[in-house]
């Protein structure tokens, strides 16, 4: 396997988001892998499963430096995301989403 990413930021750690940042954890994927909720207690939760390394309440904070971004949140509110989140995050950094319905997604990409 190639060498891991410094960072990957996880926004939302529902069930898909938790999943997925266990499973890149449990490969080695990244060095870190931080999250980024809304809801603080879903942020406690992810350290205490050991599904996160830390967290950020920032969304400027949370894609700092990050490698790649994962968009793990409802359809609905994740083209809205999208736009903040390629308006803060260097060309160089992967952003990428698990959304099931991806048109309002590439209308958002699209600008």
Known sequence: MADPLRKVTIIGLGLIGGSLSRKLRAIGFA??????DKSPE???LGLDLEVIDGYETGLDHALEEA?????????????????????????????TDVASVKGNLVDAAHG
Not at 69 to 94: C, G, H, K, N, Y
């Open 67 to 95: 490698d790649l971004v994962v968009i793990a949140v409802p359809t609905l509110v994740a083209s809205d995301l999208l736009e903040q989140v390629l308006t803060r995050v260097p060309e160089s950094t992967v952003v």
């Open 31 to 36: 060095e870190r892998l931080v999250g980024y």
């Open 42 to 44: 879903i942020l406690e």
